[in-house]
């Protein structure tokens, strides 16, 4: 397992505008340096929060990751993303950006 190694590209991804740079370039090569099984490439590059987190990758890198670099950065698909939300359910983010 390389959870770790998995928690330490997220948190670069989060913090480092150069990584996010080239990861948005290319994200696949980018994640080629890393040691990472091909499923765990897998779930970084379709953002799969859910599989990373039944990993054990801790939430609040999943929840970063998304918020800074998926297509929609919407909270909503995240928690969809993570188990199914009600149309009608309220969704309560303590997020800065939008």
């Known amino acids: 397992m390389s959870r770790n ?8 991804l989060t913090i480092d505008r150069g990584a996010k740079q080239r990861f948005r370039s290319d994200a696949s090569e980018y994640l080629a340096r890393y040691s990472l099984t ?20 801790n939430p609040m890198l999943t929840m ?6 998926s297509r929609t950065r919407d909270m909503r698909q995240y928690m969809a993303a993570l188990r199914s939300v009600a149309e009608d ?8 950006k939008q």
């Open 5 to 12: 190694v998995i928690e330490r590209v997220l948190h670069q």
């Open 64 to 69: 970063a990751y998304w918020q800074e670099l």
């Open 89 to 96: 359910e309220s969704i309560f983010v303590a997020a800065l």
């Open 38 to 57: 091909d499923t765990e490439r897998q779930m970084m590059l379709d953002f799969d929060v859910a599989g990373l987190q039944a990993h054990g990758v």
